[in-house]
């Protein structure tokens, strides 16, 4: 028994000598805090991982950590990514962020990116995708499509990526219904697929027959499908699981950041950059538009297209909030700092916002 | 109203079946002296099998059964580690989770992100049809009154047979069940073989009925509440029915509560289940007599026999 331990320790050893030895390649690493099979968030990430080993080569070897809860399991995990000589590591969720900060402070010769975040610092790099821009054609689309007038929303926690998408949601679904309703549940989990299935029932119960979702799994969704409902993905093109209910799925596309970053690295052209892309940049991107008719995705497209182009922005002041008092100067959108840090909502949202 | 109180109730029977499966398969195992804290990983090669088998052959019914015979085997596993081995049975338990959790991913890679095959709902025409009552008797999926039925036997079988009788023995005094002849690293391999069905079972109702997919990690914490169940009604079978169904109700009507836009924080809606769970459970096992009584006295002390 004690022969056989030996031996197993022996080749541990060996291995990780072995792969020491390949440092002459950049070693990139990222940090997930949902599982790569979770068909949304963090496989999307996944797949901008395997974008870089596939653009760069073998001037490149990665490694990723899933199911990295946020806290302190999550200093653990970047931590030990930068002891293992990783050169660069993202680190994809918002809660990572202090972590990622306290680690990169010990390890000033690695770099490190996080996203969705807002602390940066000599090492630390943010980048983010406006999601919300995704969200205010969703919120047209569905104020189009709904019979009841009512959406049900499924969301995690009440962060500002989030409260920023449910407010833009809501732009877009009084652009075409000034009436339009909302009704909110939080189900404290980014990935709970059981309690992401309780939560549509019961919002398609109390008469939404739109499902939006700000978590990562694909439940929601099928509940839409199963109760002859509609329904937008999230993350990741989710018509597999609701051919009849997705009307478009609100994905990410991270593949040209991620490669744009690690060649930077390469090239020791990396600085700490704070990047927030769009529709314009192809990090936002739409998947297409189903189940509706022509009139409704001719909106959808327009809006799109506007978004692009640049001469539409979802959050154009003044916005009213919730409490009756407005933000913004007439004609000029919010400016990004507002954005990031939006904790109210806006009127017409018929719910207290945690705090 | 009546439309959304019957959505709330249906939704709260799913919600709660599997932890009502995992707990009560947990209880005959802790009733027996040993304790298995892989009921998560048990789980979740439950939920991965039961989807895998329902996916090639097509039927939803194979399904369960691979998920309960994945999670036997398992437990096997555990059993062979702490019954042959004498291991200690908490670090072998959590291992067991870890395993079971790291398996399933790797067994269930090509599953990921396809549509699954459904468990149908019972439909008996004339009795499911009848309004509001008819979906909630008669409209289950077979899990549901499984779950219920195996409740029943084990209550029945524990208090009432003998082999109840010999299985309390073994885990109240593993010593003297052994000096009486039986076998009690015998029995406890049988026990937690069941244990490990239930489980097993459990995963295969998320998979197959609760939400049709295979995802990793799709458990998400459901194995530890049903072993704070079956601590909290104190390994009493229908107690663990009170238990689940509470912790499924309150989670549910939360929901339920924020989309009305109550307004009270959510935070709170999502802590409330666990709380309210353990105070009615502990309220109702208050009395300490009858508490010490039901507690397995030999409840995960290794079994070595003296001669």
Partial sequence: ?355 | MNDQVLSVILTIITASTPLLLAAIGELVVERSGVLNLGVEGMMAVGAVSGFGAALMTGNPYAGVLAALVAGALLSLLFGFLTLTMVANQVATGLALTLLGLGVSGLMGEAFVGQPGVHLERLSIPGLSGIPFIGPILFGQDFLVYLSLVIVAAVSYMLFRTRTGLVIRAVGDSHQSAHALGYSVVGVRYLCVMFGGACSGLAGGYLSLAYTPQWVENMTAGRGWIALALVVFSSWLPWRIVVGAYLFGAITVMGFSLQAYGIGIPSQLLSALPYVVTVMVLVLISRNRALMRANTPACLGQPFVPDR
Wanted: some cysteine; charged content about 25%; overall charge neutral.
């Fill in chain 1, 1 to 355: 028994m004690k022969k056989w331990m030996a031996m197993a320790a022996a080749l541990a050893l060996g291995v990780s000598a072995s792969s020491a030895q390949a440092a002459g390649k950049l070693k990139a690493c990222w940090v997930y805090v949902g599982p790569v099979g979770d068909f949304g968030y963090s496989y999307q990430h996944d797949q901008g991982r395997k974008a870089v080993e596939k653009a760069l080569g073998d001037k490149v070897e990665t490694a990723f950590l899933e199911n990295v809860a946020e806290g302190p399991d999550a200093e653990r995990a970047i931590e030990r990514f930068a002891r293992e000589g990783c050169k660069i590591i993202f680190t994809t969720s918002f809660g990572f962020m202090d972590p990622t900060i306290k680690v990169a402070a010990k390890y000033p010769d690695v770099k490190f990116e996080h996203a969705t975040g807002y602390k940066k610092a000599d090492n630390v790099g943010i980048y983010n995708a406006r999601f919300y821009e995704g969200r205010y054609v969703m919120g047209q689309i569905a104020a189009k499509m709904s019979k009841t007038g009512t959406a049900g929303y499924i969301v995690s926690f009440p962060i500002p990526e989030v409260v920023m998408g449910i407010n833009s949601f809501m732009l877009g679904a009084q652009s075409v219904n000034p009436d339009f309703k909302v009704k909110i549940v939080w189900v404290n989990s980014w990935y709970d697929p059981g309690k992401e299935a309780d939560a549509a029932k019961v919002l398609l119960g109390q008469g939404a027959d739109i499902l939006v979702q700000h978590t990562d799994s694909t439940a929601p969704l099928q509940e839409a499908e199963k109760a002859g409902k509609l329904g937008f993905g999230q993350s990741s093109d989710m018509i597999r699981f609701a051919p009849k209910a997705q009307l478009t799925a609100n994905t990410d596309d991270w593949d040209p950041y991620y490669i744009a970053r690690v060649q930077a690295v390469l090239d020791g052209t990396w600085k700490p950059d704070d990047t927030w892309g769009g529709m314009k940049d192809g990090m936002v991107v739409l998947s297409p538009f189903t189940n509706m008719p022509d009139d409704v995705r001719k909106i959808a497209e327009d809006t799109v297209a506007r978004i692009k182009s640049g001469t539409f922005h979802p959050f154009m002041g003044p916005i009213t909030k919730q409490d009756g008092t407005t933000v913004g100067e007439a004609g000029k959108p919010l400016p990004d700092g507002e954005l990031l840090s939006m904790n109210y909502y806006i009127k017409g949202v018929d719910d207290k916002l945690p705090q």
